[in-house]
């Protein structure tokens, strides 16, 4: 489900940026909304939700760490996320000015 959200978003996008004459403009207001980020966030937290709970059900100890693994990693990119997004759009702000 996270994929399928993130696959409609940047299919949104793209649309926007076919139909506009301003296509870059509303590309990076778009990818640089709270929204976005937000999705980006929520996604995130479900996929390591989902990799959390596979690890509990997991039967064999390597399927739990491999799944453990996951999970972690995802929290880890989770709370990188916001401030690597923020930044980007900072760059790319101070680029186009």
């Known amino acids: 489900m996270p994929a399928l959200a993130m696959l409609l978003l940047l299919l949104t996008a793209a649309a926007a940026v076919s139909m506009a004459p301003d296509?870059?403009?509303?590309?990076?207001?778009?990818?640089?909304?709270?929204?976005?980020?937000?999705?980006?966030?929520?996604?995130?937290?479900?996929?390591?939700?989902?990799?959390?709970r596979k690890a509990a059900r997991a039967r064999t100890l390597a399927a739990r760490r491999w799944y453990a693994v996951g999970a972690a990693a995802c929290f880890v990119e989770l709370a990188l996320k916001p401030y690597r997004i923020r930044l980007l759009c900072h760059a790319a702000v101070e680029d186009g000015a």
Do not use: E, K, P
């Open 23 to 52: 296509g870059t403009a509303r590309l990076h207001a778009l990818f640089c909304s709270n929204h976005f980020v937000m999705m980006c966030v929520l996604s995130q937290i479900n996929l390591a939700c989902l990799f959390a």
